[in-house]
């Protein structure tokens, strides 16, 4: 049975979609079935996983709203296959952007995907969500869904300005609507080690969060960067760049961990906690 896990960061452009698509191909790599649901309407996921948004019949807005079967919509990207690190995508594009209009109507608003997945679990090892850079309705129904949190952060001055809000909504979220839901770690990306600042937070982080971090760090790499202007996660197109390797030490990291988490649970509600962000959320939509 998966497990599911959220990567998230409301900010933009900090590595979650590269995170979504490299953790893919390298768990794929390892030997795990992975499905990998890109859940931003900028669908870079997709693409970067090999499959043209434009030409999705099927995506994950139809599934949001019961028009498709995730065994529908699933596609699989040859090139991948042709890479030896192949996973099943359920893409996005404009269309979703609309979803998060149209859901706040409808019934079961927020756990829409989990039902959803629940129907293909048992296929999979890991299913990987990439979150919009957003709280929203579509962010909201991927933590409905996860066990887990992964938190793709690069270690700057203001890496974890922003985070309070991640995990306030998470810790709701886990009070009120999925009690599986944890953080699994903060992943240090885009890390360059000859910056001494991004040494200095990388170790606040250490000492802060402990083994709340995961071990892996992942580097700035140029290769990961130019990865998906080819249509392909970096370890399908340069499985032997630092970046792509780091992945699969991320992946391998991730498969022990798997080991390590049941019963676990990290983000604690308790009592005190008011549901204040989540209900502001929902709250913000229904006006
Ligand atoms: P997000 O999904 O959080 O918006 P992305 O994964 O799209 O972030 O990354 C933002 C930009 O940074 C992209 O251009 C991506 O190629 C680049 N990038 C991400 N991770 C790395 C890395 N480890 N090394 C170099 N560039 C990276
Ligand atoms: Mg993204």
Do not use: W
């Not at 590269?18 to 030997?31: H, Q, Y």
Request: proline residues 3%; charged residues 20%.
């Amino acid at each position: 049975m998966a497990k599911i896990f959220c990567i998230a960061n409301q900010k933009g452009g900090v590595g979650k979609t590269t995170t979504s698509v490299n953790l893919a191909a390298g768990l794929a790599k390892v030997g795990q079935r992975v499905l990998m649901v890109d859940l931003d309407p900028q669908g870079n996921a997709t693409m970067g996983s090999g499959i043209d948004k434009r030409k999705l019949e099927l995506s994950v807005y139809d599934v949001l709203l019961e028009a498709a079967s995730i065994t529908e919509a699933r596609v699989r990207s040859d090139r991948l296959v042709e890479a030896g690190c192949s996973y099943d995508i359920l893409g996005a594009n404009r269309d979703l952007a609309g979803a998060e209009v149209e859901l706040v109507e409808l019934e079961h608003r927020e756990t829409r995907l989990k039902t959803a997945l629940s129907q293909v679990q048992a296929e999979y090892d890991f299913i990987l969500i990439d979150c919009p850079p957003a709280l929203s309705l579509l962010t909201l129904n991927g933590l409905c869904a996860a066990h887990g949190v992964i938190v793709p952060m690069q270690c700057e001055y203001f890496a974890l300005e922003g985070l309070s809000d991640l995990v306030n909504t998470i810790k709701q979220v886990h009070a009120n609507l999925n009690k599986d839901l944890e953080i699994i770690g903060l992943l240090r990306v885009m890390f360059d080690p000859r910056i001494t600042l991004q040494q200095q937070v990388s170790d606040q982080l250490k000492a802060h969060f402990g083994d709340k971090v995961f071990n892996t760090v992942i580097p700035r790499n140029v290769r990961l960067a130019e990865a998906p202007s080819y249509g392909l996660p970096g370890l399908a197109f340069d499985p032997s760049a630092r970046g792509s390797q780091s992945f699969v030490e991320f992946a391998n990291e991730m498969v022990e961990r798997l080991g390590t988490m049941k019963g676990v649970t990290a983000v604690r509600a308790t009592s005190a906690d008011r549901p204040v962000s989540l209900s502001g959320l929902l709250h913000k939509r229904e006006q």
